[in-house]
């Protein structure tokens, strides 16, 4: 399939994060976050960048809400950051934090745009992390209740709200690996935070349908089809636990109402009776980031992967198929409700010279990639919508401004946004749905 047609009704976005744009760190009334007391520690993030100015999001509104509207794009999923709102994640409430996404979401729907929100994309209160972060279960309750009145205060003007982003990243790259904020290496602690954010989305679902809280509400999984590098017997039981600690501890929990289990796997210490059934609430959408595919080679050393597509500016590889796979495979193992694509992009080196940025390889990442996403919705897989992950380049986490995942060029000692070639390509192809 060589030419792109999706259905009239398909919804085509592009994806933000507020620490990742927003910048104005001390701004406004809000409280410091576990990314702004990380990313201030020599060494952790590269070229100690931090996200105090970012995009500078928070003073360029208007006119990123018009970069928006000029991509011709349905919607637009950005995340709120929840110390900008609630400044230590539990008790008093910062108006002019909550009055920034009222300006965001009202200055979206005059422009025609339909707002996906995000209530954690990782920013979690640094005064809650001093109590123990998501590893403790009140966590999860503080969580509920920010979900219950960010619902009640924006449910009617947005088109979804989703809990988590990529809840496998909070727990393994920050509390087991160390890579991300709070930069924690614990296994154990790695399993206790798990949990607690499938709780905390539980508990957030039902405290915002008891609010009456009526807008689709789902989650966001960071997903990835586990290839085994050969036929051997070692490393296809290795895809197997990649993928049932990578995809399944996280769907079966949510659609199964268990953990995987199995003599390789772990098992977590604190789960409570009754706590599965609160984490597999009725969904009315599950969101999809992909990037890549789990390449799993036994071997010593381990079997390099074929990157016959090429490899990002991330080290990714480039493995559109693996989205019709991944696909596929769910729609098999789960009863699952509509799907967004709420992330898929590519980190390009990309410069602007004479005013362009010619950055081909993205156009023909975003191109392979819907192919492939054309193909598993002939196949019956039901998916409703795509963002490109992301507007602008911004803060790529432990990467700092390294790595340029933009629609647009951001120059961050001048702010000043360009278009890439891409986003021409994506306000075509949306143009041509349109129109066609
Ligand atoms: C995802 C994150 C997003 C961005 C992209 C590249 O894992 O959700 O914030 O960093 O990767």
């Excluded at 990742?20 to 406004?28: C, D, F, H």
């Excluded at 349905?74 to 230590?88: E, G, T």
């Excluded at 390009?348 to 010279?353: E, R």
């Amino acid at each position: 399939m060589n030419t792109l047609t999706f259905p009239p009704t398909f919804q085509w976005g592009v994806a933000t994060s507020a620490y990742q744009i927003e910048g104005a760190a001390q701004e406004g009334g809000r409280g410091p976050s576990i990314w702004d007391t990380y990313s201030h520690i020599p060494g952790k993030v590269v070229h100690g960048d931090t996200g105090d100015v970012a995009c500078d999001h928070y003073h360029r509104l208007e006119t990123d809400l018009d970069l928006i509207q000029s991509l011709g794009v349905d919607a637009y999923r950005f995340s709120i950051a929840w110390p900008r709102v609630q400044p230590l994640g539990q008790g008093a409430w910062n108006e002019e934090g909550l009055a920034f996404y009222d300006r965001l979401v009202d200055g979206l729907r005059a422009r025609g745009i339909a707002p996906h929100v995000t209530l954690y994309h990782w920013d979690l209160p640094q005064a809650l992390q001093d109590q123990g972060g998501w590893e403790s279960r009140d966590t999860a309750v503080h969580f509920a209740e920010y979900a219950r009145v960010m619902g009640l205060r924006l449910g009617e003007r947005v088109a979804s709200i989703c809990t988590h982003n990529e809840p496998w990243c909070t727990a393994v790259l920050g509390n087991e690996q160390g890579r991300f904020a709070p930069g924690i290496q614990d296994t154990r602690v790695m399993l206790r935070v798990a949990h607690h954010l499938l709780l905390s989305h539980g508990l957030a679902l039902q405290a915002m349908r008891a609010a009456g809280v009526s807008t689709p509400l789902g989650i966001v999984l960071n997903q990835s089809p586990a290839t085994p590098a050969t036929n051997s017997p070692a490393d296809r039981a290795l895809a197997e636990r990649e993928y049932a600690q990578f995809v399944r501890w996280y769907m079966d929990p949510l659609f199964l109402k268990q953990y995987p289990q199995g003599p390789d796997l772990p098992v977590c210490d604190v789960v409570q009776a009754g706590d599965m059934d609160t984490i597999a609430q009725p969904m009315d959408f599950l969101g999809i980031n992909y990037y890549m595919r789990l390449w799993c080679s036994a071997a010593t050393p381990p079997l390099p992967a074929p990157n016959a597509m090429g490899v990002s500016e991330m080290g990714w590889e480039v493995y559109p198929h693996g989205l019709y796979e991944l696909l596929c495979q769910i729609h098999r193992d789960y009863t699952l409700p509509p799907i967004f694509i709420t992330e898929n992009g590519f980190a390009g080196a990309d410069t602007v010279v004479d005013g362009r940025v010619v950055d081909t390889p993205r156009i023909d990442y975003m191109r392979t990639h819907l192919q492939a996403l054309q193909a598993a919705m002939a196949a019956g897989v039901n998916v409703q919508g795509f963002f490109y992950w992301s507007l602008m380049d911004n803060f790529e986490w432990d990467s700092g401004y390294d790595k340029r995942f933009g629609l647009f060029h951001v120059d961050y000692a001048t702010q000043t946004r360009t278009a890439k070639d891409s986003a021409h390509w994506y306000h075509g192809l949306i143009a041509a749905h349109r129109h066609g």
